[in-house]
T-cell receptor, first 114, second 111 residues
Framework: DTAVSQTPKYLVTQMGNDKSIKCEQN?????MYWYKQDSKKFLKIMFS???????INETVPNRFSPKSPDKAHLNLHINSLELGDSAVYFC?????????????FGDGTRLSIL | GNSVTQMEGPVTLSEEAFLTINCTYT??????LFWYVQYPGEGLQLLLK?????DKGSNKGFEATYRKETTSFHLEKGSVQVSDSAVYFC??????????FGTGTRLQVTL
């Protein structure tokens, strides 16, 4: 009964490939997020969706494209992978988009580019 | 823009020692403040939160008070355990619940 689940947990691939990471939450939350954590543990938001609508889009290369087929899912597709994309990607969700709403995180997807 | 500054680690303590991890912030408006904890190989878990000035968040023996006058949200625990070893992140939520994180502080507790 994992609240926020991401797949895969590990992803090893070559530069130039296209890959997707899936995220699902069973908490009934309206808002979902993608974060990137670099090798120094620094966390930065990439995207946020509220009820399938994009509400936050940080300065992220357009090789990254989020897709929310419904409010329980937010997938991340990455085209033409580069070495600098190596990181841990975390999905999160919250009940709504108000600033007092705590976010629930998945366990992360470790992406390694060869 | 919003920013969070927290003390650099690692912080190494003996079991039962007192813990303080400093966190200060810069923000417009009235942000909510959070502490998250990340255990090895896991995602972040909410540890505690405070949504307005002078609020005190507390959980599992950890406490932090939202100090508007000093723009701080320092994390404290009176007696740490080995199981508290983790990375601790201070964060603030501005508009649209966008979280801005500090750089994280690694805590190592030894017997």
């Amino acid at each position: 009964d994992t609240a926020v689940s991401q797949t895969p947990k590990y992803l090893v691939t070559q530069m130039g490939n296209d890959k997707s990471i899936k995220c699902e939450q069973n908490l009934g939350h309206d808002t979902m997020y993608w974060y990137k954590q670099d090798s120094k543990k620094f966390l930065k938001i990439m995207f946020s969706y509220n009820n399938k609508e994009l509400i936050i889009n940080e300065t992220v290369p357009n090789r990254f494209s989020p897709k929310s087929p419904d409010k329980a899912h937010l997938n991340l597709h990455i085209n033409s992978l580069e070495l600098g994309d190596s990181a841990v990607y975390f999905c999160a969700s919250s009940p709504g988009s108000g600033n007092n709403q705590p976010q629930h995180f998945g366990d992360g997807t470790r992406l390694s580019i060869l | 823009g919003n920013s969070v500054t927290q003390m650099e680690g690692p912080v190494t303590l003996s079991e039962e020692a007192f813990l303080t991890i400093n966190c200060t912030y810069t923000a417009t408006g009235y942000p909510s403040l959070f502490w998250y904890v990340q255990y090895p190989g896991e995602g972040l878990q909410l540890l505690l939160k405070a949504t307005k000035a002078d609020d005190k968040g507390s959980n599992k023996g950890f406490e932090a008070t939202y100090r508007k006058e000093t723009t701080s949200f320092h994390l404290e625990k009176g007696s740490v355990q080995v199981s508290d070893s983790a990375v601790y992140f201070c964060a603030l939520a501005g508009t649209a619940s966008k979280l801005t994180f500090g750089t994280g502080t690694r805590l190592q507790v030894t017997l």
